[in-house]
């Protein structure tokens, strides 16, 4: 199977690497030189564009961040439907919302290119990310292009069901970590307000199952020394993060209207990023 990859960037990159390490012939592209570089370095094949990536494969992944960035990748003059021979796969990493999925995917059959969804979710910075795909889209192209899916997620694939349900999935579940995190933030704030140790408040939270690994790990930046937290790198990243978060929480709201169901405690929380982020912006906090 010959394989590409688009948009190498926090998540993408980690992802890609995975491909030429499972012995896939793989084209890379990111407008940032960087990673390409680094990624040609581990053996695979540095592209020019979309378009050059799309030639070169049977079956291209996106993993950049925004519906408008999807769209850009895929359908632009320089995309990879510019390049894409009939028989393609697009698989669509990246967390936006379903009907993206569907625009996109009705461009591309005109071309006989398939595209499924299989949104990713993964620590990036444990040693090993262990990543998952939340795949959506038909069972037969998902069957086609399996080699590609195990090289990055193992056997960590989860059929979600049709075309954009791996968008829904993540989307949710998404939407359950950032709730988690609000409930972890104001436990922590109270416990320091009123000179409760962070420590013992993990371990009583540990001990009924009320605070999650997920939960304990977040808490992780309000034990930072205060001076680290404040730096501009530090800044820099958790912001980075923020944009992120907010931009899966507006998803989830937009899917909500869609859906005809009221999301009050996602319509808060979608203004606390800045707080639940730590990050130091007196506009936004």
């Keep these: ?34 990673p390409v570089k680094e990624l040609a370095a581990g053996g695979a094949k540095a592209a020019t564009s979309a378009r050059e990536v799309a030639a070169a494969s049977e079956v291209v992944g996106v993993c950049v961040q925004t519906d408008e960035q999807v769209r850009t990748v895929v359908a632009s003059e320089d995309g990879i439907l510019e ?53 959506g889209g038909d069972a037969g192209v998902l069957a086609r292009i399996e080699p590609y899916l195990r090289a990055i997620a193992a056997d960590r694939v989860i059929r979600t069901g049709l075309l954009g349900t791996g968008c ?54 309000h034990k930072m020394p205060e001076s680290m937290r404040k730096s501009e790198a530090m800044q820099h990243y958790l912001r980075t993060q923020m944009h992120v978060a907010e931009k899966d929480l507006a998803c989830a709201l937009q899917l909500a209207r869609e859906g005809g169901v ?6 808060l929380v979608s203004q606390l990023m800045a707080r639940i982020y730590t990050i130091e912006d007196p506009g936004r906090r």
Excluded at 9 to 16: E, F, R, S, T
Excluded at 22 to 32: Q, S
Excluded at 95 to 120: F, H, N, R, W
Excluded at 123 to 129: E, L, Q, Y
């Design 1 to 34: 199977m010959k394989a590409g990859f688009v948009g190498l960037g926090y998540i993408g990159k980690p992802m890609a690497q995975r491909l030429p390490a499972a012995g896939i012939e793989t084209a890379v592209f990111d407008i940032a030189p960087a």
């Design 83 to 135: 390049g894409a021979a009939p028989g393609l796969v697009i698989v669509i990493h990246s967390t936006i919302l379903p009907s993206t999925v569907e625009a996109m995917a009705a461009l591309a059959a005109k071309q006989g290119v398939d595209v499924v969804d299989a949104c990713v979710s993964g620590n990036v910075r444990a040693a090993d990310p262990m990543f998952k795909l939340f795949a």
């Design 168 to 221: 829904k999935t993540k989307i949710c579940v998404n939407l359950i970590t950032y709730l988690q995190w609000t409930a972890a933030f104001e436990a922590a704030t109270l416990a320091r307000a009123v000179g409760l140790p962070l420590e013992t408040l993990e371990q009583a939270g540990r001990s009924n199952g009320q605070l999650t690994e997920l939960m304990i790990a977040y808490l992780g930046t």
């Design 262 to 267: 009221a999301l009050p405690g996602t319509a």
